[in-house]
């Protein structure tokens, strides 16, 4: 692959995170290199949603570190990190159901729409301009994951696998430097599947999105990643390339322990 | 000519942006406003101007102003009548104590001065949602009527806090007659109406949208919660805080607070709801609906009990009138959830394939 890992942009040290008596995350730390596939693994309720939530600021953890590109992170609003370049999807989509696929692609360009109210209550100056020029680059998008046909349709009318592509979609609108995806592919089949994969691999290789990726089957995640970390009951078990994930004993004895 | 868009291809962007993308649509849009602004003023009465025409387009432009709160951002207010009588008495207040203030620029700033307490009355949407939020837009109703009544400064020191509206003039020119008044109230509407249209489909509208579906995913992608709801709150009560200045300079002359009652509010509230949730089209459609449907029960309960022979005095002709109206209200909700304005728009699409359907 042309692209070129680059040095650790986001670097979690010794995160844990409780929910009253529930630990989701006990002592993480792990790092996120500029350009990389990093994938979390692990079994049901091991705390992999938990960590997208914290690295984009939906939960705040009780200890731990943040360092965003050399600095400590405060304490950050989901919005704030969206503002920083983080975009993701979610588990259970959470597409904007009353709004049409357009709609919900062109949310992703808020943060850099900048007219007021009131030229936006007379589309007039920055508004029309604005509107116009985030349109073009929705199409981009739009093209770019093949929904043409559906642009206008509201997304409570898609069907499962199209919605997870729009939720995709939403998120590459914002032209993320970090992408956070959990679970693209569940529920998928397998032509489904092999389109995500396209469409991620994709990403990260035209546009040298950084990515980290939550996801099942372990056949996407060897493939696909360049390191992966793997969690259970909150803790991590491995971290590294995926042939020595594969191979590490804690990580075997996890899997076989819960899955089978 | 058929009503289709087949022909009709979009070269840019702009074009597909449109408002109405469809020509005849927009053939309808200009038609519709040539009538309001030129046939209507031809024919129509002074009882039609005065006690059809006018409190139509103001309750419409109230129900727009609720919809933009409840139907495009998701918060429930049972207190748009208490807006409504804020953008009144404020209206009111700058044309008694500002000397030579201009009508249109009192309406605005009344307009103004209900957004202010609107976002004052948005702050527990911060914390609050649904059912809990409609109870406390319910104090921001008793507690507005109660300060208008309670501080005789804001009625001028009026007997039971009643304001009459200062004389309507602009350029010189006296908006006395009904037919002047309709034109005025129109004029506002029609272009309040458009800033509304195109705010909802502009980023502030997607955003008040992404909100009211999926509020952790509207902050994710950078929306913020707390700035989105209080402006859906401030515009929404623009609206309605205009509305209640029409309401008094143009409608009714006078008012009093205990005239924004919560009846009033429900009433917008059951326009928005018969009309359609989160659709312009249905301010105005349920607008029309909830003011003319007892209008026309009047016309026609006395005559069909006539030609029955039935002996009904006047008293269960307005109790049949509330019940049929109730029935209705009950109907909708069941029928068509989405309200009058759902129903008009899967017309059109029917219309739009028809006469081949496959
Ligand atoms: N908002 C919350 N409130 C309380 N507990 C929570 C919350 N979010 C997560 N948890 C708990 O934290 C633990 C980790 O959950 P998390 O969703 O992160 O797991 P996961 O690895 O994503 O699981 P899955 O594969 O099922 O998606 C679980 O025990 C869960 O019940
Ligand atoms: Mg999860």
Sequence with gaps: ???????????????????????????????????????????????????????????????????????????????????????????????????????????????????????????????????????????????????????????????????????????????????????????????????????????????????????????????????????????????????????????IAAYLGTQH | MFYREAGQFKTSYGADQQILPIRQDRIGMVVLLAVAFLGVPMFASEYWFSAILIPFLIFALAALGLNILTGYAGQLSLGSAAFMAVGAYAAYNFQLRIEGIPILVSFLLGGVVAAGVGILFGLPSLRIKGFYLAVATLAAQFFIVWCLTKFPWLSNNSSSGVISAQKIIIFGHEFNSPQDKYLLVLGIVVVLALAAKNLVRGNVGRSWMAVRDMDVAAEVIGFRIMRTKLTAFAVSSFYCGVAGALYAFCYLGSVEPDGFSLELSFKILFMIIIGGVGSILGSFVGAAFILLLPVLLDVLLPALSETLSLPVDGASISHIQTMIFGALIMFFLIVEPHGLARLWQIAKEKLRLWPFPH
């Design chain 1, 1 to 251: 692959m042309a692209r070129q890992i680059g040095e650790v942009i986001v670097d979690l040290q010794n995160i844990s995170l409780r929910f009253g008596g529930v630990k989701a995350l006990t002592d993480i730390s792990f790092n996120i290199r500029e350009h990389e596939i990093r994938s979390i693994i692990g079994p049901n309720g091991a705390g992999k949603s938990s960590m997208l939530n914290v690295i984009n600021g939906v939960y705040h953890p009780q200890e731990g570190k943040i360092i965003y590109r050399g600095e400590e992170r405060r304490k950050m609003e989901p919005y704030e990190a969206a503002g920083q370049g983080f975009a993701r999807t979610f588990q259970n989509i959470a597409l904007f159901k009353g709004m049409s696929v357009l709609d919900n692609l062109m949310t992703g360009r808020n943060l850099k729409m900048k007219a007021t109210l009131v030229e936006q209550a007379f589309f007039w100056g920055r508004a029309r301009n604005e509107e116009l020029e985030h349109r073009k680059k929705v199409e981009e998008v739009i093209d770019f994951l093949e929904i043409q046909h559906i642009r206008k349709t509201p997304v409570g009318r898609l069907p499962y696998g199209l919605q997870k592509r729009v939720e995709l979609g939403r998120a590459l609108a914002a032209e993320p430097n970090l992408l956070l995806l959990d679970e693209p592919m569940a529920g998928m089949n397998v032509e489904e599947k092999q389109d995500m994969c396209r469409f991620i691999l994709d990403v990260n290789d035209q546009f040298g999105t950084t990515i980290v990726l939550i996801e099942h089957d372990m056949g996407v995640v060897m493939d696909i990643s360049d390191r992966v970390v793997v969690l259970d009951y909150g803790k991590k078990i491995g971290d590294g390339v995926p042939d020595e994930v594969k191979n590490n004993p804690e990580v």
